[in-house]
DNA sequence: ATGGGGGCCTGCCGGC
DNA sequence: TGCCGGCAGGCCCCCA
């Protein structure tokens, strides 16, 4: 799925189009997608005023003048498109309907935002603004890596004991919130720590090392507008340019960027996703 | 509590 | 060209 940094680049593409705007008709097209949606949702978005737009995790949040929040997630495969907005000299026309497109905002202003989804693994819910939160899909998620709630201190006691590996425990959502397996396996490269490794075992320097490794990669890949893999795409459809800066992601058999190292990058299954390291350099 | 595996969907790609 | 298996960025749930 989109990653943190996908869900930012969509969220601030999402704001000159949504921000501020009154939904003037929501169109849902089916009664689900990974779970199904509230009841009344079209009637209960419909009229509604945006208030603002922000993203806990890799959940996009746009609280409503209604007092309710909507919560999106897209999955996998969720896109949202923008459409009818004018872009400098360039102004982006509707396109016409595609398969998969769930939900349809019409907006004040004219444009529309495309909620589309293949596979259908997003996700929509209205909560009350005020206790938005503690809903289910939000209550357990860990710090905003971006934040100043990741530090030293809270990773190392979250790592603290933890049999697992630290590609499984850096994927875990409860430790952490946004990260996903392309992120993971670039920070662990950069810190050259290999995924196979117990998250207990770590050294306090290496944890050090991660925390602004973390940050590092997911603000270079949100300045790059995100990674464009299979379905994601930005609110324009645009494709963001993060994947040329992989150094171990989808680069099996590769050799290795960290200058005089010479080893090859490699491939393993670890909890049934693809974990891809320097067997050389990462330790 | 923690860790591992299956399942949800559709689309795409590589191999035969 | 066509079919089939494997794989995909996430997350919930169940089981040991």
Same mark, same amino acid.
Not at 222 to 251: C, M, N, P, W
Not at 256 to 261: E, I, L, N, P, S
């Given at each position: 799925?989109?990653?943190?940094?996908?869900?930012?680049?969509?969220? #601030?593409?999402?704001? &000159?189009?949504?921000?501020? *705007?009154?939904?003037?008709? =929501?169109? !849902?097209? /089916?009664?689900?997608? #990974?779970?199904?949606? &509230?009841?009344?949702?079209? *009637?209960?978005?419909?009229? =509604?005023? !945006?208030? /603002?737009?922000?993203? #806990?995790?890799?959940?996009?949040?746009?609280?409503?003048?209604?007092?309710?929040?909507?919560? !999106?997630?897209?999955?996998?495969?969720?896109?949202?498109?923008?459409?009818?907005?004018?872009?400098?000299?360039?102004?982006?026309?509707?396109?016409?309907?595609?398969?998969?497109?769930?939900?349809?905002?019409?907006?004040?202003?004219?444009?529309?935002?495309?909620?589309?989804?293949?596979?259908?693994?997003?996700?929509?819910?209205?909560?009350?603004?005020?206790?938005?939160?503690?809903?289910?899909?939000?209550?357990?998620?860990?710090?905003?890596?971006?934040?100043?709630?990741?530090?030293?201190?809270?990773?190392?006691?979250?790592?603290?004991?933890?049999?697992?590996?630290?590609?499984?425990?850096?994927?875990?959502?409860?430790?952490?919130?946004?990260?996903?397996?392309?992120?993971?396996?670039?920070?662990?490269?950069?810190?050259?720590?290999?995924?196979?490794?117990?998250?207990?075992?770590?050294?306090?320097?290496?944890?050090?090392?991660?925390?602004?490794?973390?940050?590092?990669?997911?603000?270079?890949?949100?300045?790059?507008?995100?990674?464009?893999?299979?379905?994601?795409?930005?609110?324009?459809?645009?494709?963001?340019?993060?994947?040329?800066?992989?150094?171990?992601?989808?680069?099996?058999?590769?050799?290795?960027?960290?200058?005089?190292?010479?080893?090859?990058?490699?491939?393993?299954?670890?909890?049934?996703?693809?974990?891809?390291?320097?067997?050389?350099?990462?330790?």
């Amino acid at each position: 799925m989109p990653e943190l940094p996908e869900v930012e680049t969509v969220r #601030r593409g999402l704001q &000159p189009a949504m921000q501020d *705007q009154k939904i003037i008709c =929501a169109e !849902v097209n /089916r009664p689900d997608l #990974r779970w199904p949606f &509230p009841p009344n949702m079209a *009637q209960r978005l419909t009229g =509604a005023r !945006v208030l /603002r737009l922000w993203r #806990r995790s890799k959940y996009i949040l746009l609280d409503l003048d209604t007092q309710e929040t909507l919560i !999106v997630h897209l999955g996998m495969s969720g896109r949202m498109l923008v459409s009818g907005q004018q872009i400098g000299e360039f102004y982006q026309e509707h396109p016409a309907p595609e398969k998969h497109d769930h939900v349809v905002f019409h907006m004040e202003n004219d444009t529309r935002v495309t909620f589309n989804d293949a596979r259908r693994f997003g996700a929509m819910d209205l909560a009350p603004t005020a206790v938005v939160e503690t809903h289910k899909m939000l209550a357990s998620l860990g710090p905003e890596p971006l934040s100043n709630h990741l530090d030293d201190s809270y990773l190392a006691a979250a790592l603290e004991g933890r049999n697992t590996p630290i590609k499984t425990a850096l994927l875990d959502q409860r430790l952490i919130a946004g990260l996903g397996n392309i992120y993971v396996c670039e920070v662990l490269f950069r810190a050259k720590i290999s995924p196979m490794r117990k998250a207990k075992n770590l050294s306090k320097m290496q944890v050090g090392t991660l925390v602004p490794i973390i940050r590092t990669v997911l603000e270079e890949a949100i300045e790059a507008g995100g990674s464009s893999l299979k379905d994601y795409r930005q609110t324009g459809g645009e494709l963001g340019y993060f994947q040329h800066s992989f150094h171990v992601y989808d680069r099996e058999s590769q050799s290795c960027k960290h200058v005089g190292c010479g080893g090859i990058i490699a491939r393993v299954s670890q909890s049934g996703r693809s974990s891809f390291y320097c067997p050389t350099c990462q330790r």
